[in-house]
């Protein structure tokens, strides 16, 4: 295949490594894990999601970054370049295609709550969660959720911030940011912790999180954790692959695997411990759903000492960490309009910016006007939104990439890219063709109801 000379690429492998981390690190982990342990009965959907990252998860991210730096360009252009390659369909563009819908269709709540972060810098700020108990923080969360003026202010607050990166180009501010942010996060992230290890109750959160509960497994239990496992590690919608298109030759995909995964479950593992522990000490209910941070952590920033500095601080490192994210979710639908159609970089993230705030729009409505609006079985627009792109749409374009690259892809292709010993390559074509579309098609099946 003819790889394109003047492509971008990252400065240095930390530079890959902190971008796809950035991708992976979000609301992803600080925002919805903890609050789906809590509704999924605890332990056991720890247990399982961290199952999922080990046997799907890291062997699909390597397929994604090798897909990826092989195909040298967006996911829609890419896979039919690789299809091309491989002497097969061309229509293996459109799985490329559904990755980016799927991206937008993310970003359309993932803006929203992105808003609530960024209302919440704006809140510890002004000090309103100085010596602040646990009605009060929920009250004050309720009262935000009831106003769609105020959350559409800072859903557009968050779209601005979006786009203005995407417009100007993967290369330009991401690099630099990264490398001192994400590491931020997770000092400050400490110091959460160790507030929740001397006032919260620890004991009773690493219980609640860790003592394996087997009976509490059940097929629903699986298939919202492994459709978290997708949304934590940004796969099946080419975010990771167009990252991995920037990526140098020479660089292990495996090993840079396995160090975001890492550092994306733990991060997600540590900031759940740092809830808990404030979630039993203080009498909240654990399975207070998507408002379950904005309710427990002002309790904590109103209490320590130094707290109106140190919640700003993680609120903006919090912002940063979704922002980095939401630029991934709208990339590859971006560089394929600027690939193909003769578009500029501005007036594509203009466009695509215009129909994702409109979606937003929607989303946050149904947290007030519109809740009772219901799409489908009884879910409002956010939640159908939530469950179709992580519990579908993710798994689903995962599946299809893992199978395009075990079978469809020539062995010495994928072999080339990964550059493994035998071992390690063997491994991963087990698990990459054999255990994670099985795992996923077992999913499916319960999904659709074949299964029970
Ligand atoms: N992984 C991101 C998070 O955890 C969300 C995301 C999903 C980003 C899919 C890109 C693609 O917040």
């Not at 992105?114 to 100085?130: P, R």
């Amino acid at each position: 295949m003819n790889l394109p000379v003047k492509r971008s690429h990252w400065g240095n492998r930390w530079t890959f490594m902190l971008a796809t981390a950035g991708s992976a690190i979000g609301l992803g982990n600080i925002w919805k894990l903890p609050y789906m342990i809590g509704v999924n009965g605890g332990s056991a959907f720890v247990l399982v999601f961290i199952l999922c990252i080990l046997l799907v998860g890291i062997p699909l991210m390597m397929t994604e970054i090798l897909l990826g730096r092989r195909a040298q360009k967006n996911p829609y252009n890419g896979m039919q370049a690789l299809a091309a390659e491989a002497n097969v369909s061309r229509s293996w563009k459109y799985l490329g295609g559904m990755g980016m819908v799927t991206g937008l269709l993310i970003l359309g709540f993932y803006s929203v709550i992105g808003g609530w972060v960024l209302s919440y810098i704006y809140y510890a700020a002004i000090g309103t969660f100085a010596g602040i108990e646990g009605p009060q923080s929920i009250a004050n969360f309720n009262a935000l959720l009831a106003s769609p003026v105020t959350l559409l202010f800072w859903h557009t607050v968050f779209m601005l911030l979006t786009m203005g990166v995407v417009a100007r180009g993967v290369n330009s501010g991401l690099e630099k940011a990264n490398n001192i942010l994400i590491p931020a996060l997770f000092m400050i992230l400490l110091v959460l912790l160790g507030y929740s290890l001397s006032e919260g109750d620890m004991h009773l959160a690493v219980q609640f999180m860790f003592n394996p509960d087997f009976g509490k497994i059940t097929p629903a239990v699986v298939l919202t954790a492994l459709g978290h496992a997708f949304f934590s590690l940004s796969l099946g919608m080419g975010a990771v692959m167009v990252y991995g298109s920037y990526l140098q030759r020479h660089i292990s995909i495996a090993r840079t695997t396995i160090y975001i995964a890492i550092a994306d479950t733990m991060l997600g593992l540590l900031v759940g411990l740092a809830i808990y522990a404030l979630v039993f000490a203080n009498h909240l209910p654990a399975a207070a759903g998507p408002g379950l941070i904005f309710q427990t952590l002002p309790i904590a920033f109103g209490h320590m000492p130094g707290g109106h500095f140190i919640g700003t601080l993680f609120f903006m490192l919090v912002a940063f960490a979704a922002w980095s994210s939401s630029i991934s979710l709208v990339e590859p639908a971006i560089a394929w309009i600027v690939e193909n159609k003769a578009m500029k970089r501005t007036t594509a993230a203009l466009l695509i910016g215009i129909s994702v705030w409109l979606l937003g729009i929607a989303v946050l409505l149904s947290f007030n006007e519109w809740k009772e609006i219901k799409i489908i079985s009884g879910l409002n627009i956010f939640e159908t939104l939530d469950k179709l792109t992580s519990t579908i749409l993710l798994p689903l374009g995962g599946l299809f990439m893992a199978i395009f690259a075990g079978y469809f892809m020539k062995k010495n292709h994928s072999q080339e890219e990964l550059n493994l010993h035998r071992n390690g390559y063997d491994l991963w074509r087990f698990t990459n063709n054999i255990v994670a579309p099985i795992a996923i098609f077992a999913v499916f099946l319960y999904l659709f109801g074949v299964m029970k």
